[in-house]
Every structure is written in structure tokens, then in C-alpha cells.
């Protein structure tokens, strides 16, 4: 198994992994990135930041599309045109090199409005299944802290923290 590259959340000046829960699909954007990475099957990693209580999506990195294809047309066939990502939020994708995502829409400063629950995890612990290679996604019981965040169109409604190694 290959440990998989995780989404990130920043709140109250710290840093975060996220557990579970997602707040943005790059396919709602026409995105389709292909997860050619093995530490990145979904082919997309996001960095997403809460300020004044509001979700934002901060950073997009993306894999290459799959063999040039970038979605499918309203009689669903397949659109197989040169890749070019889309602006979003007025900002251009930037080609990265070296890297295993070479696409990423640096400071995007998206404001997000999604219903639901992010589970974040910060410090694994010594003993994580995920550290040890055992597992792709670490699960709450790997990380010393996790936080539970309810979010409502986008703003933070309740944070609390679970588990004995709670902030």
C-alpha cells in the first residue's frame, strides 16, 4: 500500500490534515485530473484555509488529465481536446516543475460554500498504521488531535475536538 497524499486545513494558525469530509470536487470546476501518482489516486490535493470563520479554498494542485481528456459533452462523449485547465476564481493555473503534481492554482482565496462535517487530524502518532505503510488513508485513531468542524454554507458553526489527545 502507498500512503496517500492528504488535503490540508489551516485554523487558528495551525495546521491540519483532513480525515474525512470534502469540500470542494474539481469536476464541479471541469477539472478531471488523472490520478497517475501512486501517492495520489484521486489526482488532486487541496489546501484549504478557515478565516473569520469562512471556508476557503487557499491552493489546488493537480495531476496531467487522463491521456488528454477533459471531461464529456451534454450527450456525454468524451472531450479529448489539448488539456487546458480553466481559471477559477480569476486565477490561471501555474505549470510546476519537479513535482509530482505538476499543475497547482496558487492563493486562490475561494470561498466555499459547503454543508457538513471536516474531520482534521494533527501529530501522528508514533504507532500510526499510516506511518508504518499499512494503510493509504490515516483513520482519527492515528493522529494524537483531531478536530471536528461543522460548517454551514461555508461558515464555521462549531468546532470540538475528540479523542484523549484533544487540543
Same mark, same amino acid.
Given at each position: ?8 486545513? @489551516? ?9 474525512? &469530509?470534502?469540500?470542494?470536487?474539481? *469536476? ?13 489516486? @484521486? &489526482? ?13 479554498? !487557499?491552493?489546488?494542485? =493537480?495531476?496531467?488529465? *487522463?491521456? &488528454?481528456?477533459?471531461? =464529456? ?10 488539456? @487546458?485547465?480553466?481559471?477559477? !476564481? ?16 496558487? *492563493?486562490?482565496? =475561494?470561498?466555499?460554500?459547503?454543508? &457538513? ?7 501522528l502518532r508514533d504507532d500510526s498504521l499510516y506511518l508504518t505503510g499499512a494503510a493509504d488513508f490515516p483513520q482519527a485513531e492515528d493522529y ?10 461555508? @461558515? ?10 484533544? =487540543?
Amino acid at each position: 500500500m502507498t500512503s496517500q497524499r492528504l488535503d490540508t486545513l @489551516r485554523h487558528a494558525g495551525q495546521g491540519f490534515d483532513l480525515i474525512s &469530509g470534502g469540500a470542494f470536487s474539481p *469536476a464541479d470546476w471541469g477539472l478531471y485530473p488523472d490520478g497517475d501518482s501512486s501517492d495520489c489516486w @484521486r &489526482g488532486y490535493v487541496c489546501h484549504y484555509v478557515i478565516e473569520g470563520d469562512t471556508l476557503f479554498l !487557499n491552493e489546488l494542485e =493537480l495531476c496531467e488529465p *487522463a491521456s &488528454g481528456v477533459i471531461g =464529456l459533452d451534454e450527450q456525454g462523449d468524451i472531450i479529448s481536446t489539448p488539456a @487546458r485547465w480553466p481559471r477559477i !476564481n480569476e486565477v490561471a493555473p501555474e505549470r510546476v516543475r519537479g513535482g509530482l503534481m505538476p499543475w497547482r492554482y496558487p *492563493a486562490l482565496a =475561494l470561498p466555499l460554500g459547503f454543508t &457538513g462535517t471536516l474531520l482534521l487530524g494533527q501529530t501522528l502518532r508514533d504507532d500510526s498504521l499510516y506511518l508504518t505503510g499499512a494503510a493509504d488513508f490515516p483513520q482519527a485513531e492515528d493522529y494524537r488531535t483531531v478536530l471536528r468542524l461543522q460548517l454551514e454554507q461555508g @461558515r464555521l458553526c462549531c468546532d470540538a475536538q475528540d479523542g484523549p489527545g484533544s =487540543l
